[in-house]
């Protein structure tokens, strides 16, 4: 048993945000695993740009009101201890809601 060093929080690149995001790694796995978490905080209206995943992605919501939308899809509003799902190269985008982080 270990305790892992965390990295210090990183602010999220230009490219990949619009507005400010702050992220924290929880737990980044070691070949072969893909396990990856992470605390990710969106200012107010800030978001991610379009992007997609390969393997899918799942987001679990603690605190704010998240704003998510697919390519083509309606912007859907989720809130604390929803579990958001986007499948495999499904492009989409998600953010904060104007009004709170």
């Given at each position: 048993?270990?305790?892992?060093?965390?990295?210090?929080?990183?602010?999220?690149?230009?490219?990949?945000?619009?507005?400010?995001v702050?992220?924290?790694?929880i737990?980044?796995?070691?070949?072969?695993?893909?396990a990856r978490?992470?605390?990710?905080?969106?200012?107010p209206?800030?978001?991610?740009?379009?992007?997609s995943?390969?393997?899918?992605?799942?987001l679990?919501?603690?605190?704010?009101?998240?704003?998510?939308q697919?390519?083509?899809?309606?912007?859907?509003?989720a809130?604390?201890?929803?579990?958001?799902?986007?499948p495999?190269?499904?492009?989409?985008?998600?953010?904060a809601?104007?009004?709170t982080?």
């Amino acid at each position: 048993m270990e305790i892992l060093n965390q990295p210090p929080s990183a602010k999220g690149p230009a490219d990949m945000f619009v507005g400010d995001v702050w992220f924290d790694v929880i737990y980044q796995g070691q070949e072969p695993s893909r396990a990856r978490a992470n605390t990710v905080t969106f200012a107010p209206g800030a978001r991610t740009a379009w992007h997609s995943h390969g393997l899918g992605q799942t987001l679990y919501l603690v605190e704010g009101i998240t704003l998510i939308q697919s390519r083509g899809g309606d912007i859907l509003e989720a809130r604390p201890g929803d579990v958001i799902y986007t499948p495999l190269g499904e492009a989409h985008w998600h953010g904060a809601a104007p009004a709170t982080s």
